[in-house]
């Protein structure tokens, strides 16, 4: 699968910003799939995941409540709603698939998942 990450952008305090993940090649509805972020000098965390049927979500502790994931299995698309965007979330933004995850698994670590966009810059202003 190839996975295409769009929706980062400049954003103040406060505000919010969706992103979008495409994927094509594959069957999409067999991979669970993760939001991870990343800054420079620090390793790749984990935001948030979901299950291949979207049944069940994860999120770490620092985005619950602020950031929502879901996902459209016939349009092969993963999204992440981010409110109440905050400077620390500054990052570059990844999509990722993992084509092993049992139904209800949602990994968290990033050496699990097998497929990774591109990324996409989220910057918030203080």
């Known amino acids: 699968v190839q996975l295409q990450a769009s929706g980062g952008g400049l954003v103040q305090a406060g505000g919010s910003l969706r992103l979008s993940c495409a994927a094509s090649?594959?069957?999409?509805?067999?991979?669970?799939m993760g939001w991870f972020r990343q800054v420079p000098g620090k390793d790749r965390e984990f935001v948030a995941g979901?299950?291949?049927?979207?049944?069940?979500?994860a999120y770490a502790d620092s985005v619950r409540g602020r950031f929502t994931v879901s996902r459209d299995n016939d349009k092969k698309m993963v999204y992440l709603q981010m409110n109440s965007l905050d400077p620390e979330d500054t990052a570059v933004y990844y999509c990722a698939a993992d084509a092993n995850a049992i139904v209800h698994n949602i990994p968290r670590e990033p050496r699990t998942y097998d497929y990774w966009g591109q990324g996409t810059q989220v910057t918030v202003s203080s």
């Open positions: 979901i299950t291949r049927s979207g049944g069940s979500t």
């Open positions: 090649r594959g069957t999409f509805s067999r991979y669970a």
